[in-house]
């Protein structure tokens, strides 16, 4: 429910706090009710005591039922409600800028939807959008509270929407490499010599994360920051039958896919898309593609990619220089205990996030 302060409102003499807590001077302005699941997804909307609309969900919102007749959301690749149609009638659409602005030349009936850019609430008063914990501004690109977890990341503004990417990032909630999960030379060549007669695209779907127990799936090289080796060896694969740039190229799709597939498709897992280390990890996987004989693990491969991976200089996982105390990589105990870590995203090198400082 939404209430309007009625009292007189001057720029240089703000009403006293008397006034401004006195329900007396105030009056609804409008009175709606939100019915959520347990899940906190929005189930009908009831205005005056009378059933306004609810929501019809597939693998996420598609719709909304209102007056007893159905209307479909089209939406962008980033989940903004683009359009609303009934019939095949066009009942609303907005554009937005890349922050999630509305264009006001470039709307028609925007208030027939109540959820906007991507996919939330706008607050027809504040023109905030309502995230669940907090509010966005969209005309600053900015939250209006500070991100719960910002002494784990004292570099980043803890009033940041998504790294200031929101083309390509939503509402922060990736997931970033374990310190648990880091091998070392010596684990990524045992591994190769038990695959010897796969193919590096198995060693990057199959093996690495997997029969490895999750003890091999990074490793942290001294030139090039953090590699994914699932992907690393994926894009190996791929440069080596197709050439270089086609594996970049593939690599950015699939992410791509990740970040619309599970609305689309549900066919993947979206909070894995564009993680800090993924595009660097595919980068050097094509280069090691292009000095591969074949996309066969070999001996004479196996023997070509420690070679590679040297010259990268890989750091034991207990290596000083990526202790703890210098290097903050989250820990498993993190994830059990609930905690959410915001997504990063850049297209450097991942090392990890310095304590207290910028990634050096």
Known sequence: MTYAYLGSISESEPPANSDVSNTSNRALRNDEVYSRDVSGKEMAIYKDNSLLEYTTYGLDMIGKIKDDELHFYLKDHLGSIRATVYDNKLMSAHDYDAWGYIYDERTYESSESKFKFTEKERDEESFYDY????????????????????????????????????????????????????????????????????????????????????????????????????????????????GFQPAINQGIVQEFAQLIGKYTFGLFDKESAFNPEDLTSNFQGAVLGKILESNIVTEENIDKVIEFLNSLVILEPNDPSISETEVYIPSLSDYKSGIRLPLRYTIEPYYGEKVGFNNK
Do not use: C, M
Not at 196 to 202: A, P, V, Y
């Open 131 to 242: 995230f669940g914990a907090r509010y966005y501004d969209a005309r600053i690109g900015r939250w209006g509270q500070v991100e719960p977890l910002l002494k784990k990341y004292p570099q980043i503004s803890p009033y940041v929407y998504s790294l200031d990417n929101p083309l390509i990032i939503i509402d922060p909630n990736g997931l970033d490499p374990i310190r648990e999960q880091f091998g070392n030379i010596n684990s990524v060549r045992k591994i190769l010599e038990a695959s010897i007669g796969k193919t590096f695209f198995d060693l990057g779907k199959n093996v690495f994360g997997k029969s490895a127990g999750e003890k091999s799936r990074y490793v942290y090289t001294k030139e090039r920051g953090i590699l994914d080796l699932p992907h690393f060896f994926a894009a190996a694969n791929q440069s080596n039958l197709f």
